[in-house]
């Protein structure tokens, strides 16, 4: 089996028609300019707050939508979705499909957030079938933003608890600990317990539809609630026979990220649940205060790759049956105590992990291992694997262009790591134009 690594484009981007080549070409091409990449940031932002010369800012709205929209957008409606999930069936790569909802504050906005998610979920079984693993969560479109950074205050404390009683490694007893640490109110309390309730109404339809939910990362005020609540969702989810369910986010390019990793590994195995991860290198750094990032994107690197095995190492080995005390094997082996989401467009990280699964003797189809981009970047990199056998993902977001915007504004100022990706994508789609236009043989 030749390398995906090497991501020749006779397996990969010789997959794509001719129009999605071209576009591709131009749009990664244009972010090949950080001067560019930052100033269309600047105009979009002045002209969604509706500064700047109008002009300008509708001009930057129009190329936009024709351009990055089209490029990483598979358009305004579920039905565009689908439609793109099912052309990269063909490939043998399933979808992680995401309607963007930002942040809310006002239960009532929550509850029709989550009666929509519920219903996409629906939607999507109904529609895709397989085709679609998982679809994304932003805990803040579901809890008050404001009511996760006062439970964050109470976090620290609470592991203090635990640490001194470790029979408080209970999840939901260390999120009890956590909102008595935060002081928070009777009217906090009562929305946390609604919050809490309508998150596990949304896991049981996605449980129901057999689509997995990622729990997006959050800025640093708020993650440690969430990390806290991811927990609790999963020792309740993530529970053999059921394949795991709810997967967290961390953010490798942050001081710590894998003792963070170390340390809920060790929880899930003392709670006999599974840890699933998504593993990204971060996707908040121009908020995210200096003294906790990575020194360097050297360090940030050897974190992920780090983090990466950890979890590999995780999700592909299982405990040996017990020893009965006549000395034979009793019962079944212990799950896997974790999952994996490789979530990156950096290719020396995946060919990493796909060289340690096959050292390793792991198929590439294993159901704990999955290897995620999004749509429109890297696409050489997902169409290969997927042609390789390998669990291959696409982010595949869809909505109204004002809706998806801010998403768009996000991966423009987090993506360091798909941009250099695409600086690696550039001279393979020259290459394959030109193979395709008879310039080169």
């Known amino acids: 089996?030749?390398?995906?690594?090497?991501?020749?484009?006779?397996?990969?981007?010789?997959?794509?028609?001719?129009?999605?080549l071209l576009r591709s070409a131009a749009v990664l091409h244009a972010?090949?300019?950080?001067?560019?990449?930052?100033?269309?940031?600047?105009?979009?932002?002045?002209?969604?707050a509706g500064h700047g010369p109008p002009l300008v800012g509708a001009a930057a709205l129009a190329a936009t939508r024709a351009t990055a929209f089209t490029q990483f957008v598979a358009g305004t409606s579920l039905a565009?979705?689908?439609?793109?999930?099912?052309?990269?069936?063909?490939?043998?790569?399933?979808?992680?499909?995401?309607?963007?909802?930002e942040e809310l504050e006002g239960l009532e906005a929550r509850q029709a957030i989550i009666r929509a998610k519920v219903a996409l979920l629906h939607e999507l079984q109904a529609g895709l079938g397989p085709q679609c693993a998982f679809v994304p969560l932003k805990l803040t479109a579901l809890i008050s933003p404001s009511l996760l950074e006062r439970l964050t205050i109470g976090v620290a404390a609470a592991d203090e608890a635990v640490a001194a009683a470790p029979e408080a490694h209970d999840a939901d007893a260390a999120l009890a600990l956590a909102a008595?640490?935060?002081?928070?109110?009777?009217?906090?309390?009562?929305?946390?317990?609604?919050?809490?309730?309508?998150?596990r109404e949304l896991c049981m339809g996605a449980r129901g539809a057999g689509i997995g939910l990622l729990l997006d990362a959050e800025q640093t005020p708020r993650q440690p609630a969430i990390r806290l609540i991811a927990r609790s969702l999963a020792a309740e989810f993530n529970r053999p026979p059921h394949a795991p369910l709810v997967y967290d986010t961390h953010q490798c390019y942050?001081?710590?990220?894998?003792?963070?990793?170390?340390?809920?590994?060790?929880?899930?195995?003392?709670?006999?649940y599974t840890l699933a991860v998504k593993l990204v290198r971060g996707a908040y750094r121009g908020s995210e205060e200096a003294m906790k990032l990575q020194p360097t994107k050297r360090a940030t690197d050897?974190?992920?790759?780090?983090?990466?095995?950890?979890?590999?190492?995780?999700?592909?080995?299982?405990?040996?049956?017990?020893?009965?005390?006549?000395?034979?094997?009793?019962?079944t082996a212990t799950p896997a105590a974790a999952a994996l989401l490789l979530a990156t467009h950096n290719r020396e990280s995946v060919r990493k992990v796909?060289?340690?699964?096959?050292?390793?003797?792991?198929?590439?189809?294993?159901?704990?291992?999955?290897?995620?981009?999004?749509?429109?970047m890297?696409?050489?990199?997902?169409?290969?694997?997927g042609l390789e056998g390998f669990n291959a993902l696409k982010l595949v977001p869809f909505g109204a262009f004002e809706e998806v915007l801010p998403w768009l504004l996000r991966r423009l100022e987090e993506n360091q790591d798909g941009l250099a990706a695409a600086a690696d994508e550039r001279p393979l789609l020259r290459r394959e134009l030109g193979r395709r236009l008879g310039l080169v043989a």
């Not at 640490?181 to 906090?188: I, R, V």
């Not at 974190?303 to 009793?330: H, I, N």
């Open 80 to 101: 565009d979705a689908q439609r793109r999930a099912q052309a990269l069936g063909r490939y043998n790569v399933r979808c992680i499909i995401d309607h963007s909802t």
């Open 378 to 385: 890297a696409d050489d990199v997902t169409l290969t694997l």
């Open 302 to 331: 050897l974190t992920y790759d780090a983090c990466a095995m950890l979890l590999l190492e995780a999700s592909t080995s299982s405990a040996p049956p017990a020893q009965s005390s006549g000395g034979a094997l009793a019962g």
């Open 180 to 199: 008595d640490a935060a002081k928070l109110s009777s009217a906090e309390r009562h929305e946390l317990t609604n919050s809490r309730a309508i998150m």
């Open 1 to 20: 089996m030749t390398s995906p690594l090497r991501m020749q484009t006779a397996s990969g981007l010789s997959s794509l028609p001719l129009p999605a």
């Open 254 to 272: 942050l001081l710590g990220a894998e003792e963070r990793v170390r340390h809920e590994l060790n929880l899930a195995r003392a709670g006999g």
């Open 354 to 376: 796909v060289e340690r699964m096959r050292e390793r003797g792991v198929s590439p189809s294993h159901e704990r291992v999955h290897l995620a981009q999004i749509l429109g």
């Open 31 to 48: 972010c090949a300019s950080d001067t560019l990449v930052r100033f269309t940031k600047s105009v979009l932002s002045k002209a969604i």
